[in-house]
Antibody, heavy 118, light 111 residues
Framework: QVQLVESGGGFVKPGGSLRLSCVAS????????MSWIRQAPGKGLEWISF????????NYADSVKGRFTISRDNAKNSLYLQMNTLRAEDTAVYYC???????????WGRGTLVTVSS | QFVLTQPPSVSAAPGQKVTISCSGS????????VSWYQQLPGTAPKLLIY???QRPSGIPDRFSGSKSGTSATLDITGLQSGDEADYYC????????????FGGGTKLTVL
């Protein structure tokens, strides 16, 4: 069965960095786009980035562009999100999700919490 | 704040039908597919509807979606207490910075 497991969340001070990981299993990871989506406490969903399956095509929401970098290692079935210059408003649960044309976000991980506070 | 507009809350009694609306524009819903997600308390979202009106396997036919112009709706019939959750619509937006967009979410209360 399809599984996505995020890790790497934690507590960080404003201006700091974190790297999130998402390990996929149960499907051919290299054939799928992948996305990161976040949810601030008590708030709605915000898509923040996606990456294409094999070519290095990426896109970002304006709120994270220039600070966050998405990447993947298909040999390790892994997706990453490097987050730099973190701000208090980046505090959220970060989900990775499988993404494909017409069927976006058909599988989600359980999320990892990132807290940015001084 | 959110590109797609949803009502903050809806409510109905068990067994009744509820409709959740999602309003957008020509740069998103008007020219792209709509998907819907259910988020039960304390859990990750789950895909309910894709390509406007298609259900993934395992989603009961009590859930249905439709789209007209720049708006979409999610209908839930035969409401059950277990349907109490937050519901989000999503689409692709082709404005200045193309990417996925969501509505702000609708809290469904089963009375």
């Amino acid at each position: 069965q399809v599984q996505l497991v995020e890790s790497g969340g934690g507590f960080v001070k404003p201006g700091g960095s974190l790297r999130l990981s998402c390990v996929a299993s149960g499907f051919s990871f290299s054939n799928y786009y992948m996305s990161w989506i976040r949810q601030a406490p008590g708030k709605g969903l915000e898509w923040i980035s996606f990456i294409s399956s094999t070519s290095p095509y990426t896109n970002y929401a304006d709120s994270v562009k220039g600070r966050f970098t998405i990447s993947r290692d298909n040999a390790k079935n892994s997706l990453y999100l490097q987050m730099n210059t973190l701000r208090a408003e980046d505090t959220a649960v970060y989900y990775c999700a499988r993404d494909r044309s017409g069927v976006p976000f058909d599988y989600w991980g359980r999320g990892t919490l990132v807290t940015v506070s001084s | 704040q959110f590109v797609l507009t949803q009502p903050p809350s809806v409510s109905a009694a068990p067994g009744q039908k509820v409709t959740i609306s999602c309003s957008g524009s020509s740069s998103n819903i008007g020219n792209n597919y709509v998907s819907w997600y259910q988020q039960l308390p304390g859990t990750a979202p789950k895909l309910l509807i894709y390509e406007n009106n298609q259900r993934p396997s395992g989603i009961p036919d009590r859930f249905s979606g439709s789209k007209s112009g720049t708006s979409a709706t999610l209908d839930i019939t035969g409401l059950q207490s277990g349907d109490e959750a937050d519901y989000y619509c999503g689409s692709w937006d082709t404005s200045l910075n193309a990417g996925r967009v969501f509505g702000g979410g609708t809290k469904l209360t089963v009375l």
